[in-house]
Each structure stands twice: as structure tokens, then as C-alpha cells.
């Protein structure tokens, strides 16, 4: 299984907002080695990659869980606070939530991270 590395940033949402205008216009052309993900904060990063998130990611990948309520079995974690924060990482590409019959299979889809920070 690839080891894919995801690239992500941090950006102030007015430097976010400029930059998304910037690219709309046509000022801006993305280069291929920058984020495609975005966070307003390092704290914004840190929760969605809390220990508990992290150690959550690590469930997934070891046990492969079929659904969000057995991945709640595995974890000792709610369904409805799984299902936030499986919601929330697949905003962000972190996670795919395939569906499959009635339920949601989470699949880890980048185990690695390297961070983009400017100040």
C-alpha cells in the first residue's frame, strides 16, 4: 500500500480568501508542489491531527473497519462522535468515506503529512 504524503498548509483565511481571488482571476497559477489543503491555523491542524485523531487514523489502517459503528466498537468511541470527526477529515482528503450496502466505510486515503508554514 502507498505510503502517500499529503501536503498541507497554513493560511490566514484573508491570505486564503486573496489567494483563492488571485487564482480566479487568473494572477495566480497554483504550482504543483504546493498544498492543496488548507488550515486557517496550527491549532485548526492539531485538532483534526489530535493524538486521539491520529491514534483513530492508526484503527482504521490496522483493524479496517467496515463501518463507522465498528470502527466505534475498535475505538471505544460514540458513532455520533466518530461520525463528526470522520466528516470533518473528509473535508479535508484525510479520509474516505465509502459507502457500501447502508453503512460508511472509513478508509485512510494519507498517512503521512508534511506542513507548509509561512509567517
Known amino acids: 500500500m ?3 504524503t499529503m501536503r498541507v498548509g497554513i493560511m490566514s483565511k484573508e491570505d486564503f480568501k486573496n489567494r483563492t481571488m488571485s487564482i480566479a482571476r487568473g494572477e495566480y497559477t497554483p504550482q504543483k508542489n504546493e ?8 491549532q485548526s491542524l492539531a485538532q483534526v491531527l489530535s493524538t486521539q485523531n491520529q491514534a483513530l487514523l492508526s ?4 483493524r479496517k473497519p467496515t463501518s ?3 470502527l466505534a466498537e475498535y475505538s ?9 470527526t470522520l466528516n470533518t ?3 479535508y482528503g484525510i479520509v474516505e468515506l465509502k459507502k457500501e450496502d447502508r453503512s460508511k466505510r472509513p478508509i485512510v486515503k494519507a498517512r503521512k ?3 507548509d508554514l509561512a509567517i
Do not use: A, D, H
Not at 498544498?35 to 496550527?42: A, Y
Open 35 to 42: 498544498p492543496k489543503i488548507w488550515f486557517e491555523s496550527v
Open 59 to 62: 484503527t482504521i489502517i490496522e
Open 89 to 91: 477529515m473528509e473535508r
Open 76 to 84: 471505544g468511541r460514540e458513532v455520533s462522535n466518530l461520525s463528526r
Open 68 to 70: 463507522i459503528k465498528k
Open 113 to 115: 503529512f508534511r506542513v
Open 2 to 4: 502507498s505510503q502517500k
